[in-house]
């Protein structure tokens, strides 16, 4: 036997010839712009916490750099620098040790006076130059800063063998020539920042070439670790709370950059990611919040054109069993039947008033929808012997059995809605089964099952798969018109009802072994 579950309800507008061109390029146009429309809103969602990020770390940058500018300007000064130094005769005298000591970063001096006379740094004095390369290196510079007749100076490329790797500055006032240079790493460069400033700096900081920013190659070394007030390239460019000062003092493509200290940029990071996270959660709220926003206004739209489906169908289902009410109405009135036809004719009257009656409940409490659905019950054995005898009457008329097979259990569901559902039921097998019609209950687990199967012929899969739909009926095999007389409304309303309520209903059935609806509900 074939087994066919529904309970959903799906939309079908029977002969609907569907909206028209204009009507199709609104919607499709509808459709087109509202996809856009969330493509971009997605984007922007996406794209909302890399750009608060950004922003972040961009403000994060500035005020680093407002707070940190005086000690930038320090270690700037303190670089172009020139104390005043008297006559150097020996190259050891205390005035000299107190200017060397002053300028770690000092490597070559010169006289202008005194025979233009070439002195270089060894430790803390000042000796003759004894390497003929070196002495001329320095005396070119030398010339060089003097002709450019400028108060600091800095080797070119071509002019500087070190260039890149170090950086020089050649500082000029009345007397002197002086040479400076900053090497990376060195003992004298982390000297010469702990006399920069007093108080100490409140950061680190180091040179960086212009091209260091956008590399990925860079390796962190060792001097460049805290507690070193010097910086290595490398932490300079993944340090998140830094910044860069570009300045033309160290020469050309050297920049001066500082970060802060390891606390500090722990705690930076710590509430980077907090920002981050919430900045996320924020998106994808408001992300979850669109969506919902949107899925239920279709479902409201849904909801809006479903009842209108159904009162449409009921209006539509009213016109057939109306006109055949004042056609009998008529013919009592003008006396055209026989006193025993005349109470057959009110009989039917009577009968076709309570099932548009019934159909109307059915009709207007499905169209509610969202509605409370009434009162809930203990559906009992003596309530479903009670909705069974209502229609014992018709299955004495058409000389069919109607069987109760009622377990002791009982279900919990509202009374009104279940007697409409049992009632379809009966109804269905009485009009459209054969032989006897069978009322079953039983309890599984949780759920408390109802069941009504008659001895029809049966329905062939495809049949049984179209039950529930509107307007659907079963024609005669070999005949024009259809079987029963009905509009194929009573199954279509029935799943519509369950599916509100949250019941389980399902058809049973195949060729030669009858016809069978299982109704589930919660168990009392």
Do not use: C
């Given at each position: 036997m074939y087994r066919h579950r529904t309970s959903r309800y799906r939309i079908l507008r029977p002969g609907?010839?569907?909206?028209?061109?204009?009507?199709?390029?609104?919607?499709?146009?509808?459709?087109?712009?509202?996809?856009?429309?969330?493509?971009?809103?997605?984007?922007?969602?996406?794209?909302?916490?890399?750009?608060?990020?950004?922003?972040?770390?961009?403000?994060?940058?500035?005020?680093?750099?407002?707070?940190?500018?005086?000690?930038?300007?320090?270690?700037?000064?303190?670089?172009?620098?020139?104390?005043?130094?008297?006559?150097?005769?020996?190259?050891?005298?205390?005035?000299?040790?107190?200017?060397?000591?002053?300028?770690?970063?000092?490597?070559?001096?010169?006289?202008?006076?005194?025979?233009?006379?070439?002195?270089?740094?060894?430790?803390?004095?000042?000796?003759?130059?004894?390497?003929?390369?070196?002495?001329?290196?320095?005396?070119?510079?030398?010339?060089?800063?003097?002709?450019?007749?400028?108060?600091?100076?800095?080797?070119?490329?071509?002019?500087?063998?070190d260039y890149g790797?170090?950086?020089?500055?050649?500082?000029?006032?009345?007397?002197?020539?002086?040479?400076?240079r900053w090497k990376p790493g060195s003992p004298e460069v982390e000297q010469e920042l702990n006399l920069a400033a007093n108080p100490p700096l409140s950061l680190r900081v180091g040179l960086?070439?212009?091209?260091?920013?956008?590399?990925?190659?860079?390796?962190?070394?060792?001097?460049?670790?805290a507690p070193h007030l010097q910086a290595d390239p490398a932490r300079l460019v993944?340090?998140?709370?830094?910044?860069?000062?570009?300045?033309?003092?160290?020469?050309?493509?050297?920049?001066?950059?500082?970060i802060a200290f390891v606390d500090q940029e722990k705690a930076y990071r710590t509430n980077l990611k907090l920002r981050m996270r919430t900045a996320n959660a924020i998106s994808v709220v408001v992300g979850l919040a669109i969506a919902l926003g949107l899925w239920m206004r279709y479902r409201s739209r849904k909801r809006a054109i479903l009842d209108a489906d159904r009162l449409a169908a009921m209006t539509h289902s009213l016109k057939t069993p109306l006109a055949i009410l004042k056609f009998r109405c008529d013919s009592l009135r003008l006396g055209r039947l026989s006193p025993d036809r005349a109470d057959e004719e009110l009989l039917k009257i009577g009968e076709e008033v309570d099932h548009l009656t019934t159909l109307i409940e059915s009709s207007l409490r499905v169209i509610r929808g969202g509605g409370p659905s009434g009162p809930r019950g203990q559906a009992t054995q003596a309530w479903f012997q009670e909705v069974a005898e209502d229609l014992r009457p018709g299955f004495e008329l058409e000389n069919r059995d109607l069987d109760l097979r009622l377990a002791a259990e009982a279900g919990h569901a509202p009374l009104s809605s279940l007697?409409?559902?049992?009632?379809?039921?009966?109804?269905?097998?009485?009009?459209?089964?054969?032989?006897?019609?069978?009322?079953?209950?039983?309890?599984?687990?949780?759920?408390?099952c109802i069941q009504v199967s008659d001895e029809g012929?049966?329905?062939?899969?495809?049949?049984?798969?179209?039950?529930?739909?509107?307007?659907?009926?079963?024609?005669?095999?070999?005949?024009?018109?259809?079987q029963r007389e009905g509009l194929g409304l009573g199954l279509s309303l029935l799943i519509q009802v369950a599916e509100q309520e949250g019941w389980g209903l399902s058809f049973a059935s195949a060729p030669g072994e009858g016809f069978s609806a299982r109704l589930e509900i919660p168990a009392a």
């Open positions: 609907s010839r569907g909206p028209g061109r204009w009507l199709r390029l609104e919607q499709r146009g509808g459709l087109l712009l509202l996809g856009l429309a969330g493509l971009v809103m997605a984007a922007l969602l996406v794209m909302a916490p890399t750009i608060y990020r950004r922003e972040f770390l961009l403000n994060s940058s500035q005020e680093f750099m407002n707070t940190h500018w005086a000690d930038f300007e320090a270690v700037e000064r303190h670089w172009k620098s020139l104390p005043i130094l008297q006559t150097v005769k020996t190259g050891e005298e205390p005035d000299v040790r107190r200017f060397l000591a002053n300028q770690p970063l000092v490597v070559a001096l010169l006289d202008r006076f005194e025979g233009r006379r070439l002195w270089l740094r060894r430790g803390d004095r000042l000796v003759p130059p004894e390497d003929p390369a070196l002495s001329q290196l320095y005396l070119g510079w030398l010339s060089h800063a003097e002709m450019a007749q400028r108060f600091e100076w800095n080797p070119s490329k071509n002019l500087d063998p790797r170090v950086a020089t500055i050649v500082l000029l006032s009345d007397r002197w020539l002086v040479i400076k960086m070439r212009e091209d260091d920013a956008g590399r990925s190659d860079l390796q962190a070394q060792d001097w460049g670790k993944d340090y998140g709370l830094s910044s860069v000062v570009k300045t033309n003092a160290f020469g050309d493509g050297w920049n001066l950059a500082g007697r409409s559902a049992v009632l379809t039921l009966l109804e269905n097998a009485l009009g459209h089964g054969r032989g006897r019609v069978t009322l079953e209950t039983w309890r599984n687990r949780r759920r408390f012929e049966g329905l062939e899969p495809h049949q049984l798969k179209a039950l529930g739909k509107p307007f659907q009926r079963l024609r005669e095999v070999g005949k024009e018109g259809f």
